[in-house]
């Protein structure tokens, strides 16, 4: 007979979860006027992130319980090459949200800037699935889902997994096809992932 231990199989979550624009883990009153507002970042950061930097550090300023602000400074930033800025907003991130899926998103981001990809696995438990890091929630925010599997599809590139990072790009397509993660997730494959590839394979044959 097999051993208990071979019989065990990880727990994935079996109730069904919805993504939508609500789900911004706060207790705060959200009115409609709000959600339009953040709704209308999620667009207006991907195509001028720029202009976004000054309105988006003034919602913080008022709206600090909020974390979607966070990701969506901390993005802009990066859109922007100012990775400075960027880090700065997501080692607050971190700390202010270490059990949400913003501030590990973050804490990704600052590990991968410093190719210290060891850790990565460690912060998530083993868990590369949203669903298995929080299977007693049933609704995730469009932009957290989207910003979790970038990271990781980042991760899985820089281990030289381009096979597993595409899994993370297809993911992204499946919710927002037009979303900027697309393009430059691939990107990120493409440049870590294929010349890493063929130097593996090249040493195998020496």
Not at 37 to 61: A, G, H, R, T, W
Not at 72 to 101: G, S, W
Request: proline share 4%.
């Amino acid at each position: 007979a097999p051993l208990e231990e071979d019989r065990k199989v990880p727990a994935i979550p079996t109730v069904s979860y919805s993504i939508n624009w609500d789900s911004l883990n706060t207790r705060r009153k959200i009115t409609s006027d709000l959600r339009d507002e953040i709704c209308d970042f999620y667009y207006s950061v991907q195509k001028n992130p720029k202009d976004q930097i000054s309105k988006l550090k003034e919602m913080l300023e008022e709206y600090s319980d909020i974390q979607i602000f966070y990701n969506y400074l901390e993005n802009a930033y990066r859109e922007e090459e100012d990775f400075v800025n960027a880090n700065e907003i997501a080692r607050l991130t971190a700390k202010k949200f270490p059990d949400y899926i913003f501030g590990k998103v973050s804490q990704i981001e600052i590990y991968l800037d410093s190719k210290e990809l060891d850790k990565i696995p460690e912060l998530l438990h083993d868990k590369f699935d949203f669903r298995l890091l929080y299977p007693e929630k049933a609704t995730f925010h469009i932009q957290e889902v989207l910003a979790f599997n970038f990271a990781l599809g980042k991760y899985f590139a820089l281990k030289t997994d381009p096979n597993t990072a595409t899994e993370y790009l297809e993911k992204i397509k499946g919710i927002d096809e037009d979303h900027i993660f697309v393009k430059q997730l691939q990107k990120f494959i493409n440049k870590n992932s294929g010349l890493k590839f063929y130097q593996k394979v090249l040493n195998k044959l020496k």
